[in-house]
């Protein structure tokens, strides 16, 4: 029969003995498990703490002359487990800079150890067979856990196997999306030039200066000319289509008032009905006042598309189309009829491409079934909704609500006004790109960076925002709308007070050598990775002035941790062993920052302000405390009211460190004085 192993936390507190190792300050830097049962003493937890109260001095002179030589029974009194004060015999002695220390508890009732031994022995029989108990039933739950986990495995080898077909699916799927397109937008515009020959041969037939056509002839050609229209209209719906699902459609927005936009549209739609027609086009007068800032030639395609199709399926009545404002910033289009009307299961299918509704009237006027599908998807490029309300014999309702202001324009709006407030925080990169998610996209990839975007959209924008502030780097897109910014780069290259300004080329259009030898110093064929990205302008980007920061410590260890938490940022750092030699080194270094130690071997924190605050070159300076001392509370007024801030070294992190030096650099007005010399140096 196997016995349970006589370790318990009654046991281990009969033990005599604890282990710590300190470094010469006193700071705890190991202790043993028993350490931590009786004392909870903890790594970075001061020795001195652990001390009963009134006591602290004598483990100040213990480690005092144990950093010198071995020191034999020197007794502590400890607050055992941080509430009960015991005696304690320590033995220490120094070893590569540290003290090792080891304490023998002094017994106070060796009878009542005894009993507890036994009664500690009891407890462990029984948890013994208690234990014995429970590792029958965890037996027995393995077992169960190893026939589940099986099936389990089974399970998941028939998903991963679903899974592969339906990715290869998937990717089949995609690339005949992708030929589609291709193929589509290929073949519409092969189709084009016959059709402009076929429609201009025929319309030269029917000029009777060209010839009198007998009346079968004039039928004939007449009935040419009306396929090739309806041809011609098919394949501009196609390309409109594929460039939608392509991407490749691209807005424009403009400014402008709805009801001149309404007499534009009134007037390109009433040759569609003749004089002596039925059916009569409606336009009741629009809001007026009413701008909006979107692009007015895809909306005015959406709304003729509409008005073609209810003029098409209204034999007799009336085509309305009117202009409303609507909730939240919004603005609605309707196009009424009286006509046919669509049944209800055909309102959302309606918008697929080569639907449409059987009926004798829609077998009269065949259409492509490809406008209200173009319909909506431009629609839904201007951010906006399409939708139908309809019975059959009851005519339709055909509905454009759109946001009055293009959500693009409101979010490039906003990305400019953030780039006329300079952050002193964030060096600044000019981005110049016609394209607004694109910009969108390049400010997503920095705003958590150490870089803000300065975005332009032409190249006299750019030549003027150079003028403004000296970017740390430029990206450029060399393909613009309307121009080229070749010259720009040329440009900036060539003069002596940008030349050294690093400029990447991410466009299009593979022009790499081109790029290069105006002076380039990266070339990139979009689209760009966020990562691919920011590692180049860390590597190549000016940052401006680094902050220099000097750190006065007589204690290696934190001077160390210090220099690890700020490592990897944008601070050259300067450290000092005392008060004496951080106050030369302040004078000479001329440091942005300090980073005091309150307690120094040579002098006191109020001593180094003291000495700083005296001198010209040094009493601006602002000051970081640094302590693991408890302040009495006239030291903590007095340097709360000569220092920036107050941190205990045992609860500093990189976040809290960083935080408070751009807070005190925000404060001494640093970052303002960075943003001036480099808009000089531009």
């Not at 007794?75 to 015999?89: H, N, Q, S, V, Y």
């Not at 190893?146 to 799927?173: P, T, Y």
């Amino acid at each position: 029969m196997t016995t349970a192993p006589l370790a318990s936390p009654q046991l281990n507190a009969l033990s005599r003995e604890v282990a710590l190792v300190c470094d010469s300050a006193g700071t705890i830097l190991w202790a043993d498990e028993r350490a931590e049962h009786i004392l909870s003493a903890q790594p970075g937890q001061k020795l001195r703490t652990l001390a009963a109260q009134g006591t602290e001095e004598k483990v100040d002179r213990l480690l005092l002359q144990a950093r010198d030589e071995r020191v034999e029974n020197w007794e502590l009194i400890l607050c055992r487990a941080g509430l009960k004060p015991t005696t304690f015999a320590f033995y220490a002695q120094p070893r590569d800079g540290q003290l090792m220390l080891v304490g023998s508890l002094v017994p106070e009732d060796y009878g009542a150890a005894l009993a507890q031994v036994s009664s500690t022995l009891s407890e462990l029989a029984a948890l013994h067979r208690e234990t014995e108990r429970q590792q029958r039933e965890l037996t027995r739950r393995a077992d169960e856990l190893q026939r589940l986990n099986r099936e389990l495995e089974e399970s998941n080898r028939g998903v991963r196997s679903l899974h592969a077909a339906l990715d290869e699916k998937a990717e089949n799927l995609q690339r005949a999306s992708e030929v589609k397109s291709r193929v589509v937008a290929n073949v519409s515009h092969e189709f084009r030039t016959p059709l402009h020959s076929i429609l201009g041969l025929s319309k030269v037939l029917l000029n009777p200066l060209n010839g009198q056509l007998s009346s079968e002839q004039e039928k004939q050609v007449q009935f040419i000319r009306t396929s090739a229209e309806a041809l011609y209209e098919l394949v501009n719906d196609l390309l409109d289509l594929s460039k939608v699902e392509a991407g490749k459609a691209v807005l424009r927005h403009t400014r402008f008032e709805a009801d001149e936009f309404m007499r534009g549209l009134r007037g390109m739609m009433r040759p569609l009905l003749a004089p002596e027609s039925p059916v009569e086009l409606v336009f009741p007068d629009s809001p007026s006042g009413l701008k909006l800032e979107t692009d007015e030639a895809k909306l005015s395609q959406v709304l003729r598309n509409l008005i073609s199709n209810a003029v098409k399926f209204t034999e007799q009545g009336s085509v309305t189309v009117s202009v409303t404002e609507g909730p939240r910033d919004t603005v609605s289009f309707a196009v009424k009829d009286t006509g046919i009307g669509i049944p209800p299961e055909y309102h959302e299918r309606i918008f697929e491409e080569f639907i449409q509704v059987e009926t004798p009237l829609q077998r009269k006027v065949k259409g492509t079934g490809l406008g209200l599908t173009l319909a909506r998807r431009l629609t839904e490029m201007l951010g906006g909704t399409l939708t139908v309300q309809s019975a059959m014999g009851q005519g339709a309702t055909f509905t454009v609500t759109i946001p009055r202001v293009h959500p693009e324009v409101k979010e490039m709006a906003g990305l400019t006004e953030r780039a006329q407030q300079l952050d002193p925080q964030r060096a600044p990169v000019l981005v110049l790109e016609d394209d607004r998610q694109t910009l969108f996209l390049y400010e997503k990839y920095l705003e958590r960076s150490g870089f803000q975007v300065l975005p332009v959209r032409s190249v006299d924008e750019a030549r003027r925002t150079v003028q403004r502030v000296r970017p740390a780097a430029m990206v450029l897109d060399v393909m613009l709308e309307g121009e080229t910014s070749w010259s720009f780069l040329a440009e900036m290259k060539m003069k002596e007070e940008t030349r050294d300004i690093p400029i990447l080329v991410v466009t299009v259009t593979d022009r790499e050598q081109k790029a290069r030898a105006l002076g380039a110093d990266e070339f990139w064929l979009k689209p760009v990775e966020a990562t691919q990205l920011l590692r180049k302008l860390g590597e190549l980007a000016h940052r401006g002035p680094v902050e220099r920061i000097l750190i006065i410590d007589d204690d290696e260890v934190h001077r160390y941790l210090l220099k690890q938490l700020l490592k990897d940022t944008p601070y050259a750092l300067f450290e000092a062993e005392g008060g004496r030699d951080g106050i030369r080194l302040a004078r000479e270094k001329a440091p942005h920052l300090i980073f005091l130690d309150f307690l120094l071997r040579d002098m006191t924190a109020f001593d180094v302000l003291d000495e700083l605050k005296a001198d010209p070159r040094t009493r601006d300076v602002p000051v970081i405390i640094q302590t693991s001392h408890e302040l009495k509370e006239d030291e903590r007024t007095r340097l709360a009211r000569e220092t920036t801030a107050i941190l205990a070294k045992h609860t500093l992190s990189r976040e809290v460190a960083i935080t408070r030096i751009r807070d005190a650099l925000s404060k001494a007005g640093l970052g303002a004085r960075v943003e001036e010399r480099e808009v000089r140096r531009g």
